[in-house]
């Protein structure tokens, strides 16, 4: 995978393991149904929002390093 790729992905797991109790690395609930509340929903979204606006701001304030 891309190095781009792998960031999102690392988001992402975060973003599960935090609002969802999923751990992505070790298979939990790709492949299984989970219930999530309504309000985890919420709070996931806002996370990943909050990290485009980050981003976004890097990139245009000239931050954001390449690894």
């Not at 975060?14 to 149904?33: K, Q, S, T």
């Amino acid at each position: 995978m891309s190095l781009l790729t792998d960031e999102r992905m690392n988001t992402l797991s975060e973003i599960a393991a935090d609002c969802f109790d999923v751990d992505f690395e070790r298979g939990g609930a790709l492949g299984d149904g989970i219930l999530v509340k309504p309000m985890d929903i919420v709070r996931a979204l806002e996370s990943a929002y909050d990290m485009v606006l980050i981003a976004g701001y890097q990139l245009t304030h000239g931050t954001l390093r390449a690894r």
